[in-house]
């Protein structure tokens, strides 16, 4: 035997040695990915029956067929609908998951995720499949997630504007463009809408920048990265050029290039919580709730009273957003603190992220989803900006421009750029067109885009964690005399978020909590609030007394009622909170 052949056989032997150490000794070999030989790395569920590779971007019929896959592979925990159709006719899809055979999915708590408001946030409506397939996976295999299925019911919709997204993804526009929807909108008032956008001028599949070299220009090539950044020239030297802006012509003749492109509004300034024209606010459109997108997902809300807790993902910046979007907008002490106590555990998830208040730490907004989430509906609310470019060198600090122009030639070997290349422009004359790539910036890299979507996951997952639990942890029954019983009720909320929050019991916007009691045998004389239970002190309810309404049951906390029964037998305790389930527990008489 060679040396070589000797090698080999060693290797081999030594593998095989490793694979069948344990059963030799009486144990078992260790079970590996039958598809491949490989150990799942922690996070990642294993088996697999959907397998999607999370480190690209889908359009809308992938995500759809992501979704469509999911509830085919796990029929007891899903549910699969549109809830309407976006301005081009296609469905808004939104996969409910649940543990369908443990309770009523109806009368759990709800908590409710989209994403993808804005055409061009991608990574927006990945995450939300990213969290469907995650809860899909990892019932019955981590008891964390089984317990939030058995409890609670998710409601995931990835794609509030599919329009834009399915034109930001095949179209080849720039980073910021396709935001809004695809309704027409005069943007520069000529009496025709949508007639000036972005163009491929020069067919690469990608629209970047134009620059024209010019004396007189303020801009020059950068003299580390000459091949990626243009700089301003100081005062006192010459400039190499001036920028033009994005690939276009001027379409209409009115000495612009691309002032008018498609759509031109912003659905997330078209929810009916203060909501302002679009003179204040620009996007508005004409009137709250006008687009079939966001009409779709109030009508939704609406019919789900139970929803009780809410995410939005947008990108980017790396922020944790809260309301309100207005200085001197609604906002409860107890309902802010508890967002605040959620985002400060959300900044540990998600390192570089800060939880802020979006009127005051970011900018001022009017009629968006999560002020009237919270403000019309009383839920609480969080809107994700996913991605910051600190997660790029994981430095506390955002990296300066020479920082990504560094990335972008040493990490991504030069992908994410478009080598400038000369144009014949019919109104500039010769130019040059290149640049950033659409995906530079605003979305993670591909290898960076499943520990973004994960962690943005882990956060949301957090905050369902909080969403009320009851148990009817007592019922103590006390012989009166005279065939009368006192029954005293204890109903704990076992987590953080109360049954309604400040907002909805200050507005009423769901029905008060409702603990009663039946029987066929039984005859309520009166019901209570027990006021302190030490002293034994009782409100009783005026009429009624076989009901006891209650504002809400704080989190972390127990409600106490009292009633006075006359009579034998069995009677049934219910506990009826819209966002916090359905109880019942049957007690006998002694």
């Known amino acids: 035997m060679t040396s070589i052949s000797k090698i080999r056989f060693c290797a ?38 959907v397998e999607v590779a999370w480190n690209r971007f889908y359009d809308h019929a992938g995500l759809g067929s992501i979704l469509a896959r999911l509830h085919e592979a796990f029929p007891d925990l899903t549910e699969l609908y549109s809830i309407g159709k976006s301005t081009e006719g296609r469905d808004l899809w939104c996969l409910e998951v649940t543990a369908r055979r443990v309770g009523d999915p109806a009368r759990k708590p709800g908590m409710y995720i989209d994403g993808n408001i804005h055409g061009n946030e991608v990574q927006a409506g990945e995450v939300v499949a990213y969290t469907a397939w995650y809860l899909c ?14 409890n609670y019911v998710f409601y995931l919709m990835p794609m509030v504007n599919p329009d834009g997204r399915d034109r930001w993804l095949r179209d080849s526009n720039g980073a910021m463009s396709s935001r809004g929807g695809s309704s027409p909108v005069d943007n520069d008032r000529d009496g025709v809408a949508d007639e000036d956008d972005y163009e491929d001028l020069n067919g690469d599949g990608c629209i970047t920048q134009m620059r024209i070299k010019d004396p007189q220009g303020r801009w020059k090539r950068h003299p580390d990265y000459p091949e990626y950044l243009m700089v301003r020239a100081k005062p006192d030297e010459a400039g190499e050029y001036t920028l033009l802006g994005w690939e276009g012509i001027d379409n209409d003749g009115d000495g612009r290039v691309n002032e008018d492109g498609k759509g031109g509004y912003d659905m997330n300034r078209n929810y009916p919580y203060d909501w302002q024209p679009k003179y204040i606010q620009y996007g508005a459109q004409d009137y709250p709730l006008s687009q079939p997108e966001t009409r779709a997902v109030a009508d939704f809300v609406l019919a789900h009273p139970n929803i009780a807790a809410a995410q939005c993902y947008h990108n980017f910046g790396g922020l944790i957003l809260r309301g309100p979007g207005r200085q001197g907008g609604e906002m409860k002490n107890a309902d802010e603190r508890l967002l ?30 999560d002020s009237w989430l919270y403000g019309g509906r009383g839920i609480l609310a969080y809107t994700n900006e996913m991605w910051t470019p600190r997660n790029l060198y994981k430095g506390s600090q955002p990296p300066s421009d020479e920082d990504e122009a560094e990335f972008i030639k040493q990490v ?30 605003r979305t993670p890299p591909s290898f960076l885009l499943e520990e973004e979507l994960h962690r943005n996951m882990a956060f949301t997952l957090y905050h369902a964690s909080t969403l009320p639990l009851l148990r009817i942890s007592d019922v103590n029954v006390a012989p009166l005399g005279g065939r009368l019983f ?105």
């Open 12 to 49: 081999v032997a030594s593998i095989l040695s490793c694979l069948f150490l344990s059963a030799a000794s009486g144990g078992q070999p260790k079970v590996l990915d039958p598809v491949d030989g490989a150990l799942p790395a922690l996070g990642a569920s294993y088996p697999r029956k």
């Open 137 to 150: 996976h990892q019932y019955g295999r981590l008891d964390r997630v089984t317990a939030l299925l058995d």
């Open 340 to 369: 605040e106590i959620i985002g400060q555990r959300g900044e540990r998830i998600l390192p570089f992220y800060r939880s802020i208040i979006t009127w005051k730490d970011l900018y001022t907004t009017w009629g968006d989803e």
């Open 412 to 441: 991504l070997l030069g992908d994410g750029f478009v080598p400038w290349k000369p144009y014949h422009h019919p109104t500039y004359g010769p130019i040059e067109i290149g640049g950033e790539k659409k995906e530079w910036g």
């Open 486 to 590: 006192q029954v005293w009720v204890t109903v704990e909320n076992q987590r953080m978020m109360p049954t309604r929050t400040a907002q909805d019991v200050d507005h009423q916007i769901s029905p008060p909590d409702v603990i009663s009691i039946q029987g066929e045998g039984v005859k309520v004389i009166s019901g209570g609030r027990i006021t302190d239970r030490f002293f034994k002190r009782v409100e009783a309810v005026e009429c009624r007394p076989e009901r006891v309404e209650l504002e809400t049951i704080s989190g972390m906390e127990a409600a106490r009622v009292q009633f006075i029964l006359q009579g034998g037998g069995r009677f049934t305790v219910t506990v009826d909170s819209a966002r916090g389930g359905l109880l019942h527990q049957d007690v006998s008489l002694p």
